[in-house]
């Protein structure tokens, strides 16, 4: 494989990895609280009154340890372990390991480990794929993305994905049932040794978008039509909330043409420290550039 090319499917993938990764840890999360009878208080409430309280205390929490994996079809599986923060912005850092799929073993062909370490911040993120794959990008070890960068390249998904990371905040899964309109209390639940209550809907992967994003016109019908192509309608999404109302599970279901896409994420340790440190500018390559950079003809990864 070039050198060129082996640069391309790195960092495309890693782009896809971390920003499917963020996506999905994003999607919902909890809030922090304390204090006794807040489950009776859940528990009578009605789904969507319960829900809104959830939602209100979430949004006012700072951070959160994840762990969790992700399935799309047969394109990826992968499994992600970290903590992000949301007190001004998107932050934290994930570690993204895959287990399967056609992406994973493109990854390794072009270099990689099959791992990628990924640093967020509010307009952009690093990615570190190993050593690997440094030997492509002039021996430096991190790779730099801008969401606007992003967001061009990737057409109206890239315009959704970029509006859905800036504006991301863990009460999004707690949103997403809210503007549902089909939210149901399941019950109680163990959670990793945690009484929870479970609740949960079906959403309109368009209609939601539409409702949640800042997005105009033209992108949300270039959006659905991407949607079309890719099979994607409806997703199922469920929800775990302890007694202190905070989200301690989360799934996403649904279908592509690719196959099932899972997503699994478990949520603990709110207020925890997060990293904020971006990778010295030495040792960092900018994604664009590497997309201009060609390969010397012959050469191999």
Partial sequence: ????????????????????????????????????GKADAVAKASPVAALKQVQQKTGGARSAKVEGTTEMGSAVSMK???????????????????????????????????????????????????????????????????????????????????????????????????????????????????????????IDVAELTAKNSDLDAQQLAAFKEQLALAGVTTQTVDIWVDENDLLVKKTERGEM?????NSTLFYSDYGTEVSSDRPEASDTVDFKELLKQGGTPGSAS
């Fill in 1 to 36: 494989m070039r050198t060129s090319t082996a640069r391309r499917m790195g960092t495309a993938l890693a782009a896809a990895a971390a920003l499917t990764s963020m996506a999905a840890c994003s999607g919902s999360d909890g809030a922090g609280g304390s204090g006794k």
């Fill in 80 to 202: 992600q372990s970290g903590a992000i923060g949301w007190a001004d912005g998107l932050s934290g850092a994930l570690t993204i390991t895959y287990t399967g799929g056609t992406m994973g073993e493109a990854l390794k062909k072009a270099g990689g480990d099959g791992s990628v370490e990924a640093r967020y911040f509010k307009d952009e993120y690093y990615a570190n794929l190993g050593a690997g794959m440094a030997a492509n990008t002039g021996g430096k070890n991190w790779i730099r993305y801008s969401y606007k960068d992003l967001a061009e390249l990737g057409g109206a998904s890239g315009d959704v994905m970029k509006d859905q990371i800036q504006n991301s905040t863990p009460d999004q899964g707690v949103k997403a049932l809210l503007a549902s309109g089909d939210v149901k209390k399941v019950g109680q639940e163990d959670v990793r040794g945690v009484s929870a209550t479970h609740y949960s809907g079906t």
């Fill in 257 to 261: 043409k690719t196959g099932t896409f």
